[in-house]
């Protein structure tokens, strides 16, 4: 069965900077586009990034754009989200998924992990 376990959450004052790691199994990982998504409560989860299976085409959100960048490694079945000069308003739980839409995920969620950026 697919799982997806994500990692590496945590608090951080703004401006610093946290990288998520997201395990995946029980699917081609390297078959798949992968996009990491976030959600606030009250909000819809979106993807704030995604990558293609051969990590070379990459998107971002417009807000995040210059400060998080999107990375796998097919050999060890992760996808990476490096986020910089982060903000209040990045504070979410963060998701990963192989990517199907702004809002959708192709596989069941994982647990996800909480970002809180505070002073």
């Known amino acids: 069965q697919v799982q997806l376990v994500e990692s590496g959450g945590g608090l951080v004052q703004p401006g610093g900077s946290l990288r998520l790691s997201c395990a995946a199994s029980?699917?081609?990982?390297?078959?798949?586009?992968m996009s990491w998504y976030r959600q606030t409560p009250g909000k819809e989860r979106e993807s704030v990034a995604r990558?293609?299976?051969?990590?070379?085409?990459?998107n971002y959100l417009d807000s995040v754009k210059g400060r998080f960048s999107i990375s796998r490694d097919n050999a060890k079945n992760t996808v990476y989200l490096q986020m910089n000069n982060l903000k209040p308003e990045d504070t979410a739980v963060y998701y990963c998924?192989?990517?199907?839409?702004?809002?959708?995920?192709?596989?069941?969620w994982g647990q996800g992990t909480q970002v809180t950026v505070s002073s």
């Open positions: 990558i293609s299976g051969t990590g070379v085409n990459k």
């Open positions: 998924n192989a990517f199907e839409g702004r809002t959708s995920g192709r596989f069941a």
């Open positions: 029980g699917f081609t990982f390297s078959g798949h586009v």
